[in-house]
């Protein structure tokens, strides 16, 4: 929640030790003997700094430059975020929100058109992306696969691997040859921003993902083997590691040759446990050995790269009973965050990664067929970059994490029991320290007593949720004893130490500081009571009552004021610390802040509101002035050494976003493929005999797989030729095809539709089927079956390729039609198939597919439709085959205004019929109305121009079985904020530009 007037107005007034990577050779050849790195402050935000620095590690944390450092990181696609001035925006949220990496997947097939082909340019700029990253202070974990899964397109592979030679994920020679052209590409550009060499922030770089089809067999070895020699030969020299499939114990250290490289490798692994489950203890705590999570190797820290932040959603979305990603959402809540992140930091994995952080948009042909093209995941931040009630606990924990170094280097300390709740126990020999992790598995609110050495702490878990205890935590030159409250962050502006301390509302928060002398103690907000007594001092608060609540403790034999400050929930996710370059800054009260800068006496900051909001800075001595997003705002030094803003000086809010009603539509229908006369002779000749694919050939026929014929995004079409004899009596026709899930088929005889067949929609025990195949046997009408010449036309949706998890090469296993006979006549086919078009430049080779109105381009913004026929929606049509509507619209979103806006289709779902969406010629994803759960879909800004006139074209596909929309369609506002990052647009050619 914002602050409102009235609420603002009540506030008053050592030696690097351990592996030491870079210039392409390692250091120590035993990581484990850095153990000795003592706690100590974390190393500053990374950038692009020029100067070069090491990455080490021991059992218990990474060591940046000598420095302990807990790895919070947060998972994103820069390939499904095609807007790269909206990269900014993601990074600058989560960085905000206590993020301290981004991890990111690498996607081949994005990259690579053809065999030879790459594009780095665009919304593929890899390099913008690492420059971004950097700019913005995270750092960065690379994984360019090669192969990525990623529920995306074959897991990564490009198109015209699929009808390559050679066996993927294996030492296959014509395999590697492809793969090192790959990593050749993708490394000329990662060399460019490693850490290491201080020209970016690229921390870890990952080799395959989930690799575990060919452990224990050679080749598998060897595979593993070259890709490491060939990632150091092209001069990566941070650590590298494998993200294991669960926790197998697969590729640890010492697992394969290096080429005498030694500790630059790192075992890590992946869990996606149930909300449903008690969280799993993959660490200190759990069975231990290899399978035991991070007891698999011993000497490196525990590193997961990737914990569930989410889970996706099938077509149909069973999982999540038809409700979609906020169902995920709902399920894998912030409690389930504390639950199961309390207990992996608790087990000892202190480089941990969320997936998803930003699960974005699958769109075009980008989805792999377990997924529609919402890619929203039910992540923190949902797909219109809108942060969520997830990130409460991502932004006390990353900010604790970032500002207390004692969590960079716990043991396993004295079992504890607390009645009712699961505890953990932890220590930091350095400082003293002790953590508690209290959970609580049961259905109800748990209050017990923790008995630590020094007091017994009552304490309250609600249902299925955790809380985290600190006692003994050095506070500057004063010591925490305990606090009910969760540690937030400890930091340092000017000369004032500032403790933040957060929990529930209206929780009565107890703090207790150890002062052997007694202090000076002002309590600046009525809220508070405190007492000292022998050394000890205690402050009480009810949380949220107000606003923030904070009590100035002062002298005492400290020379630093300690300002003590306790916030709800809703108050924590409006602190905001920032490290500027004079200093560390803490801004509360905007939604976001996004940078901080000091300039003489004035403190800039930028970032966004949504409501009205009052502004208060803690900010390096001397600052008088402050200014947000570029005007001054009238402030006053206040008795908690903040500037904050007048009552008459709030923030402003976020003013309302019309948006406009969607008309003027024009209509054409296509088909044309289906007419006798149409000509297909610039068509492919499907004469292929033999194929790579997995996928057999049927004996006497062609090879009709359209990725032989270098068609292997979206829709193909076929024409057959055959000729029948007087004796014939042709029957029907069978058709045997080969798609991904919601793959179907539709066919004509001469012109006249025969019928459609679709593959069946998903169960719960279905889901992971990423291939399907039928036959469909279609009657043919008696008019028909007549001697002589006849043309069979087929449009098959062939959907994606199958991942290739297991290392079996399924993503080659057929795509469109495999084989064709007939009952009653026994004819020969000559066969032409015709898919996409060259891919388009700018958007890529998953923009389009083979429908006759993307060949003609009646998608791009400039196609001239004026003779097209005026309709209005909603539409009733019941024919088998493509329809396409176009309309236009102007938006006039204010300058300043972050507005995300969607798409929404909405109609009665016994009607049969998907529609393809295009925004000003981008391919914005697939709409399945009598299938879904998807209705909404996101429209990035940059590709939507926010300012100025979009084109919007609909390809309607109908099975002719029910009446065909589209019904509804209309225009949404996802979320608004005042504030955001400049947006370029995004190139958007025409038809005389492609």
Known sequence: MELSRRTFSTLAGTAALGLALGGGSAGSPDAYAAHVVPTGP???????????????????????????????????HPFRLPSPSLWRDVLQKMRAFGYNAVSIYVSWNYHSPAQGRYDFTGVRDLDLFLRTAAETGLYVILRPGPYINAEIDAGGFPGWLTATKGTARTADPTYLS?????????????????????????????????????????????????????VRADGIDVPLFHNDKGRNGYWTPGSFDTGGDTGGWLYGFDGYPSPTQPPPDWGHFGIGGAKGGATASPKTPGFVPEFGGGWFDPWGGSWFEGKGYAESRRTRDAAYERRFYLTNLANGLTLHSVYMTFGGTSWGWLPAPVVYTSYDYGAAFDEGRNPTSKLVPMHQLGHLL???????????????TVTGLKAYHLTNADTGSHVYVLRNDTAAEVTSTLSTSDDDIEVTVPAQDALLLVTRLDLGGRRLRYSTATPMMFLTAGRQDIAVFAGRRGEMAHAVVECPEEPVVTRLDAQAAWVWDRGILHVTVPLGIGGLTRVLVQGGGVDNPLLLVFADE??????????????????????????????????????????????????????????????????????????????????????????????????????????????????????????FSTTAVPSGQPVLFSDDYGFHYGDVWYRGRFTTAAADALESVTLAYST?????????????????????????????????????????????RTAGPHVLSVLVRRMQHDQDGKALDTHKV????????????????????????????VRGPQNNGGLYGEREGWHLPDFADSGWDPVTLPRADKRQGVAWYRTTFKLAVDTGIDA??????????????????????????????????????????????????????????????????????????????????????????????V
Do not use: C
Request: glycine share 10%; hydrophobic share 35%.
């Open 42 to 76: 974390p190393p500053a935000p990374p950038g692009a700094d020029g100067l070069p620095h090491t990455i080490g590690y021991d059992r218990y944390s990474l060591l940046v430059d000598g420095r302990r450092l807990v790895l919070w990181s947060g998972e994103m």
């Open 402 to 416: 970032r500002t207390v170094p004692d969590f960079a280097k716990l043991d396993r300390a004295a079992d504890v």
């Open 178 to 230: 492809h793969v090192d052209e790959w990593l050749t590409q993708v490394n000329s550009i990662v060399s460019k921003h490693l850490f290491t060499q201080g020209t970016g922030t690229v921390l870890l770089y990952q080799i395959e993902n989930e690799y575990d089809g060919q452990v224990t067999h050679p080749d598998g070895v060897a595979y593993m083997s070259h890709l490491y020699k060939k």
């Open 814 to 841: 057929a795509r469109g039609l495999t084989a064709v006979t007939f009952k009653g006549a026994s004819p020969k086919v000559s066969w032409r198939l015709q898919g996409e078009t060259a891919p388009d430049p």
């Open 570 to 691: 809703a108050g924590s996710v409006r602190l905001w610390p920032y490290e500027t370059g004079s200093g560390t800054a803490l801004v509360y009260g905007p939604a976001l802040l996004r940078e901080a800068t000091v300039s003489g006496t004035t403190a800039h900051l930028t970032g966004d509101t949504i409501a009205e909001t009052g502004l208060e800075v803690w900010g390096p001595r001397g600052i008088t002035e402050v200014t947000w997003n570029g005007k001054a705002v009238p402030a006053t030094v206040t008795t908690a050494g903040s500037l904050r803003s007048n009552p008459d000086a709030l923030l402003p809010g976020v003013p309302a976003v019309p948006l406009p009603v969607l008309d003027g539509w024009r209509r054409k229908v296509e088909n044309q493929e289906a007419a006798v006369a149409f000509d297909d002779s610039k068509w492919t000749v499907a004469n292929r005999t033999s194929s």
């Open 900 to 993: 995300s806006i969607g798409l929404v289709l909405d109609d009665d779902p016994a009607r049969a019929y998907r529609v393809q969406i295009f925004l000003n010629g981008w391919n914005m994803g697939q709409y399945i109305n009598d299938v879904g759960p998807q209705h909404t879909f996101a429209l990035p800004n940059g590709i939507l121009r926010t300012r100025g006139t979009n084109t919007l074209a609909l390809a309607v596909l109908s099975d002719g079985t029910t009446p065909a929309g589209p019904k509804d369609v209309r225009l949404t506002l996802m979320g608004s904020a005042a504030g955001g990052v400049p947006v370029t647009p995004v190139a958007s050619p025409g038809r005389q530009s």
């Open 740 to 784: 991904g899930t919601q793959g179907l088929l539709m066919a004509w005889l001469d012109g006249e539709p025969l019928g459609t067949h679709r593959m069946p929609v998903p169960t719960t025990t279905s889901v992971r089927q990423g291939s399907w195949t039928a036959k469909a046997t279609l009657a043919v009408p008696e008019k028909l």
